[in-house]
């Protein structure tokens, strides 16, 4: 999937307002040395360099990364896909919001983690959760569907798990999980005009490959139009977010 990092600073950034409250949960040591991996733009890994840490940024996207060196230029960010990054290194913890929901392979992507951690080192993270943003996928899969574009239609490139499969998960990687929790998270969007249309133009743009410019703005309107019924309250769209977050340790095999 590529990235529009600016249209993410402008229009999305909620996703790293929210991981600030991921930050208390890992509760960062001035000289810890901090992974962020998928850190996007880079705005949580500026956060954990200003706590004291010693912090790199690894996002699969060169959008991404490219944005973040040019905001942060005393920070280490480096382009990576978070299932096969290879760190001469082991850090004091792994710190993720926002991203595990965008691998497919889970398996890969946490014995990586496990490999970079110290013994004892947290990993700590946020995904969104089952039933994330389910109003807004089923609408746009019935709307992509009722205008002939049924491959797309049945695209599944999100992973959003229930607690209980996610800790299955962690244990069998050899996680020991000190907290876990699913909880609703309603989520104001910028644009008062096109909160929808902008969030679908930056997270779902894999459904609107070979769809014409013109059919696809069309699509986006009328998916926002049949959504304003549920999302759209007191003058502001609601994105009917549900998320997971957790913090596990490594522990010996």
């Known amino acids: 999937m590529e990235w529009n990092?600016?249209?993410?600073?402008?229009?999305?950034?909620?996703?790293?307002?929210?991981?600030?409250?991921?930050?208390?949960?890992?509760n960062p040591k001035a000289g810890e040395k901090i992974l962020d991996m998928g850190c996007g733009t880079g705005d949580l890994t500026h956060q954990l360099f200003l706590m004291g840490c010693e912090v790199t940024g690894i996002d699969a996207s060169e959008s991404m990364i490219g944005k973040?060196?040019?905001?942060?230029?005393?920070?280490?960010?480096?382009?990576?896909?978070?299932c096969r990054f290879e760190l001469n290194e082991k850090f004091d913890a792994v710190f993720s919001n926002a991203v595990l929901h965008w691998i497919k392979d889970q398996d890969a992507v946490l014995q990586?983690?496990?490999?970079?951690?110290?013994?004892?080192?947290?990993?700590?993270?946020?995904?969104?959760?089952?039933?994330?943003?389910?109003?807004?996928?089923?609408?746009?899969?019935?709307?992509?569907?009722?205008?002939?574009?049924?491959?797309?239609?049945?695209?599944?490139?999100w992973y959003f798990p229930s607690?209980?499969?996610?800790?299955?998960?962690?244990?069998?990687?050899?996680?020991?999980i000190r907290l876990m929790e699913g909880y609703d998270?309603?989520?104001?969007?910028?644009?008062?005009?096109?909160?929808?249309?902008?969030?679908l133009e930056m997270f779902g743009s894999a459904f609107f490959r070979g769809i014409q410019d013109t059919e696809k703005v069309k699509i986006l309107n009328e998916v926002q139009d049949k959504l304003k019924k549920d999302?759209?309250?007191?003058?502001?769209?609601?994105?009917?977010?549900?998320?997971?977050?957790?913090?596990?340790?490594?522990?010996?095999?």
């Open 231 to 253: 999302l759209y309250q007191e003058d502001f769209w609601i994105a009917d977010y549900k998320r997971l977050r957790f913090w596990a340790t490594k522990e010996r095999r």
């Open 68 to 82: 973040a060196k040019e905001k942060f230029s005393d920070i280490r960010f480096i382009c990576a896909d978070a």
């Open 112 to 157: 990586n983690v496990y490999t970079h951690l110290k013994q004892g080192g947290r990993f700590v993270a946020e995904l969104g959760a089952r039933g994330n943003v389910e109003k807004i996928r089923t609408t746009l899969k019935n709307t992509l569907r009722e205008h002939g574009f049924t491959n797309q239609a049945d695209i599944s490139n």
């Open 5 to 26: 990092a600016t249209l993410y600073d402008h229009e999305h950034e909620f996703v790293s307002r929210y991981g600030r409250g991921l930050i208390e949960i890992l």
């Open 163 to 176: 607690v209980a499969e996610y800790a299955d998960k962690l244990e069998q990687h050899g996680f020991e």
């Open 185 to 199: 998270r309603p989520t104001i969007l910028q644009s008062l005009e096109k909160g929808i249309v902008d969030w």
